[in-house]
């Protein structure tokens, strides 16, 4: 058998374990062809090894990876049958191997969406499998013993986020210490909104935690067309869990529905957004952010199956933290966007979008 590994050069050690590992998978002799390929933002290396069974392969150095391979081997097979099948783990010592399953003719869940041979029905459709699949996993796994740690979840990832925000353009140091007005609507700072939510977010505790993907966006959402039918899986499983808030990851789906699906697409095709921005004090702020129709369309499928759920589980506080979690999801931007694209329009855009919704998630569970 040959295989091809596509990934950043490895050492001939790491090659040689790989290797062995595979042949006992295999039974047979395996050869390997190394290619390179740019290093992984999230793991020392990233790639994928192409085989007559295609496989991923990730190779990483820190604890923390095997810190996410062993949570993901805890959860329950019917919830790991829907990522792509884990071939063989080294983690006897760094660095650490997973190599799993690679989705031949799958495409995300983004691109789909925006296909122009995607009608109103068969959008409607896809993501209403794609909802059947998220929360098939929320039902299974549903645990009114154990309650997510929304401080954990939100407000401190929120809060490291913007600090390394601030590392990456010292734009942000204003953006995050200034008063913002955008499109003439004044809006409070984000650490006296993080201030006012911390000191009541117990209101808005569900009864319950379910399994969370953790980074469940429609480009880690893969599907296979048959026909007018869709198999679905999901991918990236770093940040998966047993017992976490389903919202985190419907605040993944819908500010990517609500706003990053402009930027998705306008830096396929190398562009920026057209924002205005005056530092002066407070800083003013000036675009104009136009729907899709394709992305609404998913949207409203998305909120009407996260309503149902939330009414047979008397999660009273959804919308309220729905808000907490879009604006938790869209803070996050700023961070991701200067590391892929150095694009600082983009990544203000994101911030924001992000700040209106920590202000409306205030206003909500505060009043004020």
Request: with cysteine.
């Amino acid at each position: 058998m040959n295989l091809s590994v596509d990934s950043a050069e490895l050492p001939s050690d790491i090659k040689d374990l790989i290797k062995v590992k595979l042949q006992e998978y295999f039974g047979r002799r395996v050869r390997i062809t190394l290619n390179r390929y740019p290093r992984g933002v999230a793991s020392f290396f990233i790639g994928k090894v192409e085989a007559t069974v295609s496989l991923a392969c990730k190779v990483d150095y820190k604890d923390s990876f095997l810190n996410q391979l062993s949570r993901f081997q805890d959860l329950p097979e019917d919830i790991k049958a829907l990522f792509p099948e884990t071939i063989v783990t080294i983690v006897d010592k760094p660095p650490y191997i997973s190599i799993d399953e690679h989705l031949e003719n799958y495409t995300n869940f983004h691109d789909l969406i925006f296909a122009e041979d995607m009608n109103k029905e068969q959008i409607e459709k896809l993501t209403m499998q794609v909802m059947k699949v998220l929360f098939g996993a929320y039902n299974v796994t549903y645990d009114d013993c154990c309650k997510p740690n929304l401080t954990t979840l939100y407000i401190n990832r929120i809060t490291e986020r913007l600090e390394e925000a601030k590392k990456r353009d010292s734009k942000f140091d204003a953006l995050l210490s200034r008063k913002v007005v955008v499109n003439g609507d004044t809006l409070d700072r984000p650490c006296d909104c993080i201030d006012a939510i911390s000191s009541t977010i117990n209101r808005l505790e569900p009864g319950f935690a379910t399994f969370m993907h953790g980074d469940a966006h429609p480009d880690n959402i893969l599907v296979k067309r048959n026909g007018n039918e869709f198999d679905i899986k999901l991918v990236d499983k770093d940040n998966v869990r047993i017992r976490g808030d389903y919202l985190y990851d419907i605040g993944k789906m819908t500010h990517w529905l609500k706003v990053f699906w402009l930027i998705r697409n306008l830096k396929d095709v190398n562009k920026s957004v057209d924002i205005k921005i005056d530092f002066d004090d407070p800083i003013e702020i000036e675009y104009i952010l136009e729907p899709s129709e394709n992305s609404t369309l998913a949207l409203k499928v998305i909120l009407d199956q996260t309503e149902k759920f939330s009414k047979k589980n008397k999660d009273d506080s959804w919308k309220s933290r729905l808000l907490l979690s879009e604006a938790s999801a869209l803070l996050g931007c700023p961070m991701r966007i200067m590391d892929r694209w150095r694009d600082f329009e983009c990544a203000a855009l994101t911030f924001v979008e992000g700040l209106k919704k920590l202000n409306e998630t205030k206003k909500v569970i505060v009043g004020t």
